[in-house]
Nanobody
Framework: DVQLVESGGGSVQAGGSLRLSCAASGFTYSRYSMGWFRHVHGKEREDVAVIYVGGSTYYDDSVKGRFTISRDNAKSTLHLQMNSLKPEDTAVYYC??????WGQGTQVTVS
């Protein structure tokens, strides 16, 4: 079974940084695109960043220049470096795989 386990969330002040990680298992990680989306209760899911098999990336306009997605195929891990955080970045962040599975989420709170 596919398992995605996020970590690294927390509470920071505006302008601070956090690094989210996602440990993946149960599928051939290197063969799938991976991404992060975020969700705020009562709002629609927002796709934040994607990294494709070849290494190319996509970022939502709201995070461009502040967030960096990366992957380590040898360790089956995904990361999201978040800098210059803003209060509007507050959400639960989910790791999502190209198999259309996602983890339990990790809370990010920016005050």
């Amino acid at each position: 079974d596919v398992q995605l386990v996020e970590s690294g969330g927390g509470s920071v002040q505006a302008g601070g940084s956090l690094r989210l990680s996602c440990a993946a298992s149960g599928f051939t990680y290197s063969r799938y695109s991976m991404g992060w989306f975020r969700h705020v209760h009562g709002k629609e899911r927002e796709d934040v960043a994607v990294i494709y098999v070849g290494g190319s990336t996509y970022y939502d306009d709201s995070v461009k220049g502040r967030f960096t997605i990366s992957r380590d195929n040898a360790k089956s891990t995904l990361h999201l470096q978040m800098n210059s955080l803003k209060p509007e970045d507050t959400a639960v962040y989910y790791c999502v795989s190209g198999t259309n599975d996602w983890g339990q989420g990790t809370q990010v709170t920016v005050s």
